[in-house]
């Protein structure tokens, strides 16, 4: 079975610049993550969709970040315009469905300078 | 909110032997589970084991088991026989039962592991 797909892995930027990261979850994954993971933290959850619809969103900067997940498959992650403190590495993760277990993949790491 | 300390930023253990990762967390609902998760230099994240805070037993995976102490709200991570394949990141995560599928994270321990 394929895993969690992401690209870029990795990106540079400057502040200012507009990026967006791609993700595609497991074959059949209703529910889909993203996560920013700031070095030395833990990742902390941006946005969860079930299907193509938003369930959580409340710790999204969403004056910068925004996100879909056209035909409740692949998504995309974009940020407009990048901040210094928007350096991190960005997870996507995926689950049959919002009580199961989360898998992620390798993630993006962005640097802006 | 909820909220999940790892007091080690750092743990080392030699090869072959046993080294326990601490985690505490912070909550006042009584359903939930718990996870421990490992990141490679690789960063893909990956599930090492989890726990559902109604289960009294402990869970175990092969070389990896826990000590849940729901009272004390402690989640250790026992790793036993130490492989070299065993160094990474290790994360703590909490997880709300019924109220979405949010995961709060912990900072991480990195665990290294010498030969």
């Known amino acids: 079975e394929a895993g969690v797909a992401q690209s870029p892995r990795y990106k540079i930027i400057e502040k200012r610049q507009s990026v967006a990261f791609w993700c595609n979850p497991i074959?059949?994954?209703?529910?889909l993550y993203w996560y920013q993971q700031i070095l030395g933290q833990g990742p902390k959850l941006l946005i969860q969709?079930?299907?193509?619809?938003?369930?959580?969103d409340s710790q999204l900067p969403k004056d910068r970040f925004s996100a879909e997940r056209l035909k409740g498959v692949d998504s995309t992650l974009k940020i407009q315009p990048a901040k210094l403190e928007d350096s991190a590495v960005y997870l996507c993760?995926?689950?049959?469905?919002?009580?199961?277990?989360?898998?992620f993949g390798p993630g993006t790491r962005l640097l802006v300078l | 909110a909820q909220t999940v300390t790892q007091s080690q930023p750092e743990m080392s253990v030699q090869e072959a032997e046993t080294v326990t990762l601490s985690c505490t967390y912070d909550?006042?609902?009584?359903?939930?589970?718990l996870f421990w998760y490992k990141q490679p230099p690789s960063r893909q994240m990956i599930l090492v084991i989890r726990?559902?805070?109604?289960?009294?037993q402990n869970a175990t995976e092969n070389r990896f088991s826990v000590n849940f102490q729901k009272a004390a709200k402690s989640f250790s991570l026992k790793i036993s026989d130490s492989q070299l394949g065993d160094a990474a990141m290790y994360f703590c995560?909490?997880?709300?039962?019924?109220?979405?599928?949010?995961?709060?994270f912990g900072g991480g321990t990195r665990l290294m592991v010498k030969p």
């Open positions: 993760a995926s689950s049959w469905g919002h009580e199961e277990t989360q898998y």
């Open positions: 995560a909490y997880r709300l039962n019924n109220a979405g599928n949010m995961l709060t």
């Open positions: 074959s059949g994954h209703a529910t």
């Open positions: 726990q559902e805070a109604y289960k009294q």
């Open positions: 909550t006042s609902e009584s359903d939930y589970y």
């Open positions: 969709f079930q299907n193509n619809g938003v369930v959580d």
